[in-house]
């Protein structure tokens, strides 16, 4: 069997949710209608974490195009939510951060 870190496919770990709170979502979502600003929950996060667009075609396209990966969410849900923080403040207008910790 073929390990994650050795190219095969990540599945999101199940209860983490990480990205679902943490990015920032410019589009409109349902429920949503400005977007999602970074750190607040996506009003479609079930309490298990689990995201209630998916598969919906109204799901916004930067969730679609969002893949689970060793860098982005890590082994644990801290590394994941440390990752993500650090991308977004890299990606946000302004001075860059600072390199990943």
């Given at each position: 069997?073929?390990?994650?870190?050795?190219?095969?496919?990540?599945?999101?770990?199940?209860?983490?949710?990480?990205?679902?709170?943490?990015?920032?979502?410019?589009?409109?979502?349902?429920?949503?209608?400005?977007?999602?600003?970074?750190?607040?929950?996506?009003?479609?996060?079930?309490?298990?974490?689990?995201?209630?667009?998916?598969?919906?075609?109204?799901?916004?396209g930067?969730?679609?195009?969002?893949?689970?990966?060793?860098e982005?969410?890590?082994?644990?849900?801290?590394?994941?939510?440390?990752?993500?923080?650090?991308?977004?403040?890299?990606?946000?207008?302004?001075?860059?951060v600072?390199?990943?910790?």
């Amino acid at each position: 069997m073929e390990s994650e870190t050795q190219g095969a496919a990540m599945q999101c770990r199940a209860g983490c949710g990480a990205c679902c709170i943490e990015i920032s979502i410019s589009s409109p979502i349902p429920g949503m209608p400005s977007g999602k600003p970074a750190g607040v929950r996506c009003v479609h996060l079930s309490v298990s974490r689990l995201c209630g667009l998916f598969g919906a075609p109204d799901r916004p396209g930067v969730c679609k195009a969002l893949r689970p990966s060793i860098e982005m969410c890590g082994f644990e849900r801290a590394e994941a939510i440390r990752y993500l923080r650090w991308l977004e403040a890299e990606t946000s207008p302004g001075p860059s951060v600072s390199a990943y910790p």
